[in-house]
């Protein structure tokens, strides 16, 4: 996940959320050739993958469970923010939704899911300081 040096208004994280977190893990490594690094959630893993040779991590696949479990299984693109609250107001003010959160994120930040007035879905994250 980003850390606090990421600007705000810059994508700092994109992940996938799927009921099938090892079978997408195992297609992207095909299709890709990302490698794949598991990543500790409790009784589960989820998965950063990362590019070949340099093992920069591109991205995540994570499974549809816990404050993942209602995401749908589409790309979902991470925005750095200065500050949730005020931009979960400016969606809604804006024709937008606020889908899910803000919670927690582990040890990273807090994290919100907004739906835009054309229906697109994002995450809006701030990092903690």
Same mark, same amino acid.
């Given at each position: 996940?980003?850390?606090?040096?990421?600007?705000?208004?810059?994508?700092?994280?994109?992940?996938?959320?799927?009921?099938?977190?090892?079978?997408?893990?195992?297609?992207?490594?095909?299709?890709?050739?990302?490698?794949?690094?598991?990543?500790?959630?409790?009784?589960?893993?989820?998965?950063?993958?990362?590019?070949?040779? /340099?093992?920069?991590?591109? @991205?995540? !696949?994570?499974?549809?469970? %816990? &404050?993942? $479990?209602? *995401?749908?299984?589409?790309?979902?693109?991470?925005?750095?923010?200065?500050?949730?609250?005020?931009?979960?107001?400016?969606?809604?003010?804006?024709?937008?939704?606020?889908?899910?959160?803000?919670?927690?994120?582990? /040890?990273?930040?807090?994290? @919100?899911? !907004?739906?835009?007035?054309? %229906? &697109?879905? $994002?995450? *809006?994250?701030?990092?903690?300081?």
């Amino acid at each position: 996940m980003s850390n606090s040096k990421e600007r705000a208004g810059s994508i700092s994280w994109t992940d996938l959320t799927v009921q099938n977190a090892e079978e997408i893990r195992d297609f992207y490594e095909a299709v890709a050739g990302w490698k794949s690094t598991p990543v500790q959630m409790g009784d589960y893993n989820d998965y950063c993958m990362t590019t070949p040779g /340099d093992g920069k991590v591109a @991205a995540g !696949i994570c499974r549809a469970r %816990g &404050a993942n $479990a209602g *995401l749908p299984p589409q790309w979902l693109v991470y925005i750095s923010v200065a500050d949730i609250e005020k931009s979960l107001k400016a969606c809604r003010g804006a024709g937008g939704k606020v889908l899910a959160g803000p919670r927690e994120m582990a /040890d990273h930040g807090h994290v @919100a899911i !907004i739906q835009d007035p054309a %229906g &697109a879905v $994002a995450a *809006l994250f701030q990092p903690f300081k």
